[in-house]
Nanobody, 127 residues
């Protein structure tokens, strides 16, 4: 079992930046591939970013491509998500997720591929 706790959410003006953290406990994150998803009110959960377990390869959702960075530090058991040039459409609850081992191809973008989830962090972007 691994427990994930997100932090860093809040209110931000459009055009600003936000950095979310996800701290893990119970297991070392080096065994897990990691993802970030978000869910806006009344909408389905959406893939935001993925970082692979071993070499740190990254993948991003279309809606954040070019303004989002996912990173990890296995020694700190933490994964981060930075989003720049925030838009009101980025308003959502952001979740980090973990899957032991690795994910490939389209499986990285499917929420059902991940076994462990944090409780979520609200991000609100005002125009």
């Amino acid at each position: 079992q691994v427990q994930l706790v997100e932090s860093g959410g809040g209110w931000v003006q459009a055009g600003g930046s936000l950095r979310l953290s996800c701290a893990a406990s119970g297991r070392t994150l080096s065994s897990f591939t990691l993802g970030w998803f978000r869910q806006a009110a009344g909408k389905e959960r959406e893939f935001v970013a993925h970082i692979s377990r071993s070499i740190g390869g990254t993948h991003y959702g279309d809606s954040v491509q070019g303004r989002c960075t996912i990173s990890r530090d296995n020694a700190k058991n933490t994964v981060w998500l930075q989003i720049d040039f925030l838009e009101p459409e980025d308003t959502a609850v952001y979740y980090c997720a973990a899957k032991e081992g690795e994910l490939y191809g389209s499986l990285r973008r499917r929420n059902w591929s991940y076994d462990y989830w944090g409780q979520g962090a609200q991000v609100t972007v005002s125009s």
